[in-house]
């Protein structure tokens, strides 16, 4: 039986370690070729890099630091944030991620999901989403829209219409980000995951809000998540990865045992 | 050396760099003199087998490959590498290798479909267990709770049950491992499968078949 993922999420700038909350805030945490090192080490089932670099000059440095990760990594990793083109995504790819996720770009044109999963393969293109609660209005059936540029501009985009856009375009996953549970470690935004988990067929990653293990119980169950993205409640030593899974594995989720 | 086969099939330098990271020397090649003049040959892969098929047959890397194997040259396939070992494979129609009888089959198309019930996605993406159904040497030290890691919507089906060395659940029990003689393959990627998976890869690395 397939486990359930436990996925933590790196924010790198200019080959650092951040986080912040609701995106802003940064404060850096540490090496991410180490902490990669650490997570792997932890029992950790994937790992995700955001880079979060302003500027698009300097996207060398995560370059580097995914190629550091691939040589001492050996589970799957992907890679977003500021990817534009397709030269990226085969960037990363050839650094040694196993995944790339599109978010900004792909709103702005859709094109990339359908080139990258040609090019590359449907497993390798992640559909990045970044989600806001806006209410059921015109445009917006589902009452989620999709938001750009870390949480500022608004896209009259459907959540729901995206995904499964995203889906019939070739994206291989979805990483489901919600902006108004992102960092606030109060759970994870159960609605809107399992409405979209429930609507597509690839997985779906939830991710924002987790602060406990009671938490990632939720979205992996009644959330329909396959895997939970965490960042604040490890990075900070609050929670082992293994405390987690051995949580998730007296609630009957099943998970990795590492 | 071991030859790493370069068929157009995805990212082999995650593999390449799991052998160097076992200490092993090795080359990704698409040249059919160097493939089968290696002393181990590994052919990863993802993407479609149709695809993969044709690029092998452009590059000569199919005669190539059966050579490898007559010849009783440890070979290993991983992933797209475990499905175009068997006669075809139902992606794209297409007719591989033929070194294993039988096919590779997709998934069920209403597996999606029943995930309210569930949970089955298309492709199974993620950690899964290995139920070991006949010993082989590149299981040794592989543990009962052991999981791998799996991104596929087709596996492998042989006719004959002797060449099924491991199978998984996925709403059905699917062969996850084949062999034969001088030829190992599995479904799962022994590169992203952390420790277990490199203990695979460091026994094949060593086996000398029988």
Known sequence: MLSKRIIPCLDVREGKTTKGIKFKNNVEIGDPVEMARFYYEAGADELVFYDITASHEKRDIMIDVVKKVAQTIFIPFSVGGGIRTLADMRAVLLAGAEKVSVNSAAVKNPDIISQGARAFGNQCVVLGMDVKHVGEKAGIPSGYEIVINGGRTFMGLDALEWAKQGQALGAGEICLNSIDADGTKDGYEMQLTRMISENVSIPVIASGGAGTPEHLADVLTKGRADAALIASMVHFGTYTIEEIKSFLSRKGIKVRKS | ?210
């Open chain 2, 1 to 210: 050396m071991i030859a790493i086969v370069d068929y157009g099939a995805g990212n082999l330098t995650s593999v390449a760099r799991a052998v160097s990271f076992l200490s092993y020397d090795c080359v990704i090649t698409d040249d059919p003199a160097q493939i089968i003049g290696a002393e181990r040959v590994i052919f990863p892969g993802v993407g479609a087998a149709g695809s993969a098929m044709e690029t092998m047959r452009e590059r000569g890397l199919d005669d190539a490959l059966k050579e490898v194997f007559f010849a009783g040259t440890p070979m290993l396939g991983i992933c797209v590498g475990c499905q175009i070992i068997m006669d075809s494979s139902q992606e794209n129609d297409t007719t591989c290798l033929g070194l294993i009888s039988g096919s590779a089959k997709a998934f069920s198309d209403t597996m999606a479909t029943e995930q309210k019930d569930g949970h089955l996605k298309v492709p199974h993406m993620g950690w899964n267990g290995l139920d070991v159904v006949q010993d082989h040497p590149l299981f040794n030290g592989v543990g009962t709770t052991d999981e791998f890691y799996f991104v596929h919507s087709y596996y492998p089906v042989p006719q004959n049950p002797d060449d099924v060395f491991g199978t998984t659940e996925y709403g059905i029990h699917f062969t996850c491992a084949v062999g034969k003689n001088n030829l190992f393959a599995t479904q799962f990627h022994l590169e992203k499968s952390g420790k277990p998976g490199l203990l695979i890869l460091k026994n094949f690395c060593g086996w000398v078949p029988c």
